[in-house]
């Protein structure tokens, strides 16, 4: 069974920063784009960046300039390191991936989330 676990979150004062890791275990074969994602009260999930198996990288604009998205494939992590935190990047963040596993079936993979809360 393939599980994606984030951690990282927490509460922060505005400017602050904080890094967050998506770690993906069980059987796996192969694994493709990886984002993440956040969810505020009341809103729609939207993206934050995604990266590439190539390391190609894509960022939402909001977030461009002070987050950075990274991966290590040895060990099916994936990073989010966020600086310059502002009040409204407060939200849950989630963790995707889409990657094969047993079956040899490419499907789409989402960790539990964890709360990111920029506050003084």
């Known amino acids: 069974q393939v599980q994606l676990v984030e951690s990282g979150g927490g509460l922060v004062q505005p400017g602050g920063s904080l890094r967050l890791s998506c770690a993906a275990s069980g059987i796996i074969f192969s694994i493709y784009d990886m984002g993440w994602y956040r969810q505020a009260p009341g809103e729609q999930r939207e993206l934050v960046a995604t990266i590439a198996s190539s390391g190609r990288t894509n960022y939402a604009d909001s977030v461009k300039g002070r987050f950075t998205i990274s991966r290590d494939n040895a060990k099916n992590t994936m990073y989010l390191q966020m600086n310059s935190l502002k009040p409204e990047d407060t939200a849950v963040y989630y963790c995707?991936?889409?990657?094969?596993?047993?079956?040899?079936?490419?499907?789409?993979?989402w960790g539990q989330g964890t709360q990111v809360t920029v506050s003084s």
């Open positions: 995707d991936a889409e990657l094969t596993t047993t079956g040899g079936i490419r499907l789409d993979y």
